[in-house]
């Protein structure tokens, strides 16, 4: 955190970019653990689940590009209340 406010980040906005990061990587595979549970839960192949994921991975991944360039987006609820 210390280097990221000496670079001029937002520590809410660091701490957003960071949860988005981090879900991401719970449906990425070869890793993503929530990835295991759909695909134990729904008794489909990891393969079928990751098909079926596709579209929603690009949408998260935009949404992260978006956010991280885009500071105001994710930052105008927290203004209202500071």
């Not at 809410?12 to 981090?22: D, K, P, R, W, Y």
């Not at 929603?56 to 987006?73: A, D, G, K, N, R």
Request: glycine share 8%; hydrophobic share 60%.
């Amino acid at each position: 955190l210390p280097v990221v406010v000496a670079l001029g980040i937002d520590p809410v906005h660091f701490g957003i970019i960071m949860m988005m990061n981090l879900g991401i990587g719970l449906i990425t595979p070869p890793v993503g653990s929530v990835l295991f549970v759909a695909s134990a839960v729904s008794g489909q192949k990891i393969e079928t689940v990751v098909k079926a994921m596709v579209p929603f991975y690009c949408v998260l991944f935009l949404v992260l590009i978006i956010i991280t360039y885009i500071p105001m987006l994710s930052l105008w609820l927290p203004g209202r209340f500071h």
